[in-house]
C-alpha cells in the first residue's frame, strides 16, 4: 500500500477487457464520472485485456465469435493481422473515445469488508472504499492444467495455451495436444505442418457446429451457462457449449487426418502418454513407431482453458460448497455490492456487454436504495 490513503468512490471495475469496459462505458452513459464517481483498474501493462497477450499466429480472422463492444463498432479489420494488435488498438480507442480513464497496471491484491458497509479494495496503487464492485476479471491469469499420474516424470516440455507463442518452435518435435476447444484445434493446425508429428487427445468427442458463430447463437450459448452459476457451481466456459465451428480449415484438418481425435490418455510416461486398454481410436499409435497404448511426445501442449480469476474477493466469502459464487444475473448472491460479469454466462464477448449493462443497472438501483430486480 503507498502513502495516498484510502480514497472513497462509488463503484471500482477491476479488469479492463471487454467485460470492464462495456460496464465503463455504461456508468460513464448513465452520468457516471471517471475519477470522481467511478474508477477502472486494469493488472494488464497497455489496453487490450486477455487479448494483448494472444499468439501472434491467431489472426483476427481466426478469432471465434468477437462481438464489438458498446457504442463503438470494430471496423475495417484486417483478418490478416493478429488479433492481439487488432484488438488491442480497438480497445485503446475506445478507451480514449469514452475517456475512461483506465489506471493501469494496477494489482488488485483484496476486496474485503471495510466500514459503514462499504467495500475496502486494497490494490498495487493504494486501497479505495468503494459502494459497489464490478469484477470483470476474466480467466487468463487461471490458466487451467489438468494433474495426471507420470506428470512429474516426463522428460520434454508441458506448456500451456497461455504460454503458446507460435508454431515454430515446435518443428522437428513429437507433439502431444489436450482440449478440445477452439485453441485445441487452432493449436494443431498450426502445428502440424511443422512438427515430426501431432496427437490430438480430449476428454470428450467433440462436437462440430455447422453455420455462422452470430449474435442468436451467442445468446443462446449464453443461456446454457446460467443454471451453473445460479446453483453456485463453478462455471463451464461458454466456449465450451458452442461447438467447433465447422470451417474450411476444420474440414481439411479432419481429411488429412490432424484433426484425428483420441481419448484421454490414463498417464504421463517420461517419453510420452499412455493409455491403459486397447481400442481402434489408438491404431494410429503405430504409425508414430509406438503401439496402440503408448505414444512418443517431446511435448506436451495443455489447451485446457482457464479458471475465473477472483482469488481477489476470498474475503468475502462469497463461494458456495459447491465451489463457484452463485450469481443471479451478474450480482452475486451473498452480497449484492460485489457484481461479475464476464464470468459463467457473460463470458463471451456477447455475453460480456450485456452484463456490463445489467450491471450497471442494478448498482444504480442498489446506491439510489431502491429495490433490486428480481
Known sequence: MNDIGVRDIDVVVVGAGQA????????????????????????????????QFRWPSLTYGKVHGMHALPGMELTDADPARPSAEVIAEYFDR????????????????????????????????GSWSARALINATGTWDRPFWPRYPGQETFRGRQLHTAQYAGPEEFAGQRVVVVGGGASGTQHLLEIAPHAAATTWVTRRPPVFREG??????????????????????PPRSVVSV?????????????????????????????????WDWESPLLERGRELGGSPRHVDADVILWATGFR????????????????????????????????????????????????????VRDIRRLLAGEPLAV
Do not use: C, K
Open 242 to 274: 458452442t461447438g467447433l465451428p465447422l470451417n474450411d480449415a476444420i474440414r481439411r484438418g479432419l481429411a488429412d487426418g490432424v484433426l484425428d481425435r483420441r481419448p484421454m490418455f490414463d498417464r504421463i510416461t517420461p517419453d510420452g502418454v499412455e
Open 20 to 51: 470492464g469496459l462495456s460496464a465503463a462505458h455504461h456508468l460513464r452513459r448513465t452520468g457516471f464520472e471517471p475519477d470522481r464517481d467511478f474508477v477502472v483498474l486494469d493488472h494488464a501493462p497497455r489496453p487490450g485485456g486477455a487479448w
Open 94 to 125: 475506445y478507451e480514449r473515445t469514452f475517456e475512461l480513464r483506465v489506471r493501469r497496471p494496477v494489482q488488485v491484491r483484496a476486496v474485503r469488508e471495510g466500514q459503514a458497509g462499504r467495500l475496502l479494495v486494497e490494490t498495487s496503487a
Open 212 to 233: 455462422p458463430f452470430d449474435e442468436e447463437a451467442g445468446r443462446a450459448s449464453v443461456a446454457l451457462v446460467e443454471e451453473r452459476v445460479r446453483r453456485g457451481l
Open 308 to 359: 475465473a480469476a477472483i482469488d481477489h474477493l476470498a474475503p468475502l466469502r462469497l463461494r458456495e460448497p459447491g465451489g463457484g459464487i452463485r450469481v443471479e444475473g451478474t450480482r452475486a448472491v451473498a452480497d449484492p455490492r460485489i457484481h461479475l460479469v464476464g464470468y459463467g454466462p457473460s463470458a463471451s464477448t456477447i455475453g460480456a456487454n450485456r452484463a456490463g449493462r445489467a450491471a
